[in-house]
């Protein structure tokens, strides 16, 4: 005698239907925000034909948008994300330098003295032809060679951050880092240009209302590699 | 991460005595586990310790509290972390939209995610409606604890096509399999519904472990500890948890899914 009353036929069809792999994930599973159909087609590696005005992609650039910001808004009310300004926002604030080419540099003349005084010499020879901008040089611990102004702590603050990251990347070991541009709090302009000297590294730092064009740049870095190499 | 509810339409199968015996079992095979109760009866919380009753849990999370270090306790085994029901009936009066379970269901699990744990089991109240739906809903996996004895078990075709229902309204919860409880040895009606259930389903939707009526389970209920811990050499029947863990680890995948995040990278990867 049967003591569970079950349809065997009926359970083991229900069963079955059970065991298919759902068509869905459980919920907690992320699915990935399937790209715009334009995103996923292969770029052509040459183009070999003329190049034409593509089709606007606004519809499904508008539609994968704002899937995105869902997610995003339910990773910030989930707690898993900060709240900060939209991306959008951020990306309007990024600044395009506005570019000024300085007096040609003179000649540098061959410098002798003790190591301050070839600094010295070095730096008056960059300032004339900087005319509105300001010149420090720092050395790799952060001690300010030459300069002052009342942005020097901003300045040294952003080299020494600078210098703390650039030294856990592993090129650091083989290679000078390339200059930095930023645009400080201050709305100045600020370039680093890093100098590995007899002495160690050295840092020039510039700032002005306008950026430095990079031309002038190798110059700078071979004036100061140059000063430094001079017998005191 | 995978999620693991228990389910059943009939009270009292051995729900909570598996969770926490499963939970341990897991946690002491190496996994970073975390038990979850969401029977607002906090069966869980009262089962290992006097002081959960005042304890924040899964309802508070519900009902929007954020800080997850809050409201999750830490156990004596590093591995195995436990979220009680919490204040239930505060915030049932504070009351949550229900649209919004789902999410916040989703919202925990990430969390425990993001804290590097490798398997959540959760607890649900009896009847697979309301909250229970939609936690079962949330996992990936299902264990359903049936009772064996005749009226129990008369309800899995009910219980199947509840599930079936789930699939179809889009849930991806994958059945983990039907796991026999309370078998008692000493009767031949209990057996036999064992043996009838066996016949009847296919052998991947049964366990192959039972779980027998043994007064172990009420001696380790009262102490507030799961079998293993009910004495300081391990009963056997403790080992009834570890098979269970074992057969949960093949059949949710939880080996493969280590041994993918752990393999080495290939040269040419």
Not at chain 1, 34 to 50: L, Q, R, V, W
Request: some cysteine; charged content about 20%; glycine content about 6%.
């Amino acid at each position: 005698m049967q003591v569970s009353w079950i349809d065997a036929q009926q359970v083991n069809a229900l069963a079955e239907s059970l065991r298919l792999e759902p068509t869905v994930k459980a919920s907690h599973e992320v699915a990935a925000p399937s790209m715009p159909a334009s995103m996923n087609e292969p770029e052509p590696f040459t183009a070999d034909e003329p190049v034409h005005e593509s089709a606007p992609v606004e519809t499904p650039m508008l539609d994968f948008r704002s899937r995105l910001q869902a997610i995003r808004e339910r990773a910030i009310r989930a707690g898993l994300m900060p709240s900060h300004q939209p991306i959008s926002e951020v990306v309007d604030k990024v600044v395009v330098p506005e570019v000024v080419m300085p007096k040609s540099l003179p000649p540098l003349e061959a410098m002798a003295g003790s190591v301050s005084e070839r600094i010295d010499a070095f730096a008056k020879w960059a300032q004339s032809a900087l005319d509105q901008s300001e010149l420090f040089v720092v050395g790799d611990q952060g001690d300010l060679l030459w300069g002052q102004s009342a942005h020097s702590g901003l300045v040294l603050s952003a080299i020494m951050a600078w210098g703390a990251t650039s030294r856990m990347s592993a090129l650091s070991a083989c290679e000078t880092p390339s200059p930095l541009r930023r645009v400080l709090a201050t709305g100045s302009h600020l370039i680093v240009i890093p100098c590995a000297t007899r002495l160690g590294v050295m840092h020039i730092a510039i700032t002005g209302t306008v950026s430095l064009p990079d031309m002038h740049l190798p110059a700078l870095r071979q004036a100061l590699i140059a000063a430094m190499d001079a017998e005191g | 991460m995978i999620a693991i509810a228990t389910a059943s339409q009939k009270g009292g199968v051995g729900k909570t005595t598996l969770c926490i015996n499963l939970a341990y079992s897991l946690a002491r095979r190496g996994w970073t586990t975390l038990l979850v109760d969401t029977d607002p009866q906090g069966g869980v919380g009262l089962s290992l310790a006097r002081s959960t009753r005042s304890k924040l849990g899964f309802y508070d999370f519900l009902s929007g509290e954020r800080d997850f270090n809050k409201l999750v306790l830490p156990t004596r085994l590093p591995e195995l972390q436990v979220l009680p029901c919490g204040q239930y009936d505060a915030c049932a009066r504070r009351g949550w939209p229900a649209k919004e379970v789902p999410a916040r269901l989703a919202d925990l699990l990430r969390t425990a995610e993001l804290r590097g744990v490798d398997c959540v089991i959760m607890d649900t109240a009896a009847g697979l409606n309301g909250m229970s739906e939609s936690v079962v809903k949330a996992c990936d996996y299902v264990i359903l604890p049936q009772q064996a004895e005749p009226l129990a078990v008369r309800s899995v075709p009910h219980m199947l096509e509840t599930l079936s229902r789930f699939r179809a309204e889009g849930a991806g919860v994958k059945v983990a399999g039907i796991l026999m409880t309370m078998v008692m040895a000493d009767s031949a009606i209990s057996q036999k519904v064992v043996a009838e259930l066996r016949a009847m389903l296919p052998a991947d939707l049964m366990f192959e472990q039972n779980v027998p009526r043994l007064s172990s389970f009420l001696e380790a209920s009262a102490m507030g500890v799961p079998v293993a811990l009910l004495k300081k050499n391990p009963p056997p029947e403790a080992l009834i948890f570890d098979q269970i863990a074992a057969e949960i680890e093949q059949r949710a995948g939880l080996v493969q899914e280590r041994e993918a995040s752990q393999s080495h990278a290939s040269l040419l990867d």
